[in-house]
Nanobody, 126 residues
Framework: QVQLVESGGGLVQAGGSLRLSCVASGLTFSSYATGWFRQSPGKEREFVAAISWNGGSTDYAKAVKGRFTISRDNAKNTMYLQMNSLKPDDTAAYYC???????????????????WGQGTQVTVSS
């Protein structure tokens, strides 16, 4: 019943930008912290960015800090990831997740997330 659907991926040149969206349904969106992870073939899923239930707190992986911006609109049950100055190393399948948290506002740990989308592919050419 719970669904998270990503969109916005594609092929871009290095230095370009993309905006990913994640639309959630079947859950009380404002009860969940959300985040973005990414995964390349043969590699483990890695944390990218996270945001608290009301957008008041954010967290970013060092590799994307200053280039990516995470945001959310609870009225639309949607989370976004604005990606600027993209690099070939950003190439991956990007996944959105939702996490019910208790003692903190954001999570960078995959196992703390309760729901996942199916991913959207981002490819950055050099």
């Amino acid at each position: 019943q719970v669904q998270l659907v990503e969109s916005g991926g594609g092929l871009v040149q290095a230095g370009g930008s993309l905006r990913l969206s994640c639309v959630a349904s079947g859950l009380t969106f404002s009860s969940y912290a959300t985040g973005w992870f990414r995964q390349s073939p043969g590699k483990e899923r890695e944390f990218v960015a996270a945001i608290s239930w009301n957008g008041g707190s954010t967290d970013y992986a060092k590799a994307v800090k200053g280039r990516f911006t995470i945001s959310r609109d609870n009225a639309k049950n949607t989370m976004y990831l604005q990606m600027n100055s993209l690099k070939p190393d950003d190439t991956a399948a990007y996944y959105c997740g939702a996490a019910e948290l208790f003692d903190k506002d954001t999570s960078k740990r995959e196992y703390e997330y309760d729901y996942w989308g199916q991913g959207t592919q981002v490819t950055v050419s050099s």
